[in-house]
């Protein structure tokens, strides 16, 4: 649930292009991709993942981390592409 401007400086500072960056201010992103946590203390919020989407808004593929403290298997969305 990070903001655009945060997502953007994310990409930024780690060298990432060419894609577009999705936040879930303001949205219903989390409810539409099923990313929204329904229980507990982090209830509310989005699980850490990564979701895949052309061009046409299709969803390619949803890299779901099981703990938030992890990151997304980038390497998933990179297959996907490739």
């Known amino acids: ?5 945060a997502a953007a ?3 930024t500072i780690n ?5 577009m960056t999705a936040s879930g201010f303001r949205s219903d992103f989390g409810e ?7 229980e507990g203390p982090l209830r509310g ?6 979701v ?3 061009r046409d808004g299709k969803v ?12 997304p298997d980038y390497g998933f969305a990179a ?4």
């Open 1 to 5: 649930m990070d903001l655009p401007f």
């Open 9 to 11: 400086r994310f990409c």
């Open 15 to 19: 060298g990432i292009d060419n894609v």
């Open 32 to 38: 539409d991709y099923g990313v929204m946590i329904a």
């Open 45 to 50: 919020l989005y699980a850490r993942c990564l």
């Open 52 to 54: 895949v989407i052309d």
């Open 60 to 71: 390619l593929g949803v890299s779901l981390c099981d703990e938030t403290t992890d990151e």
């Open 79 to 82: 297959r996907l592409l490739s």
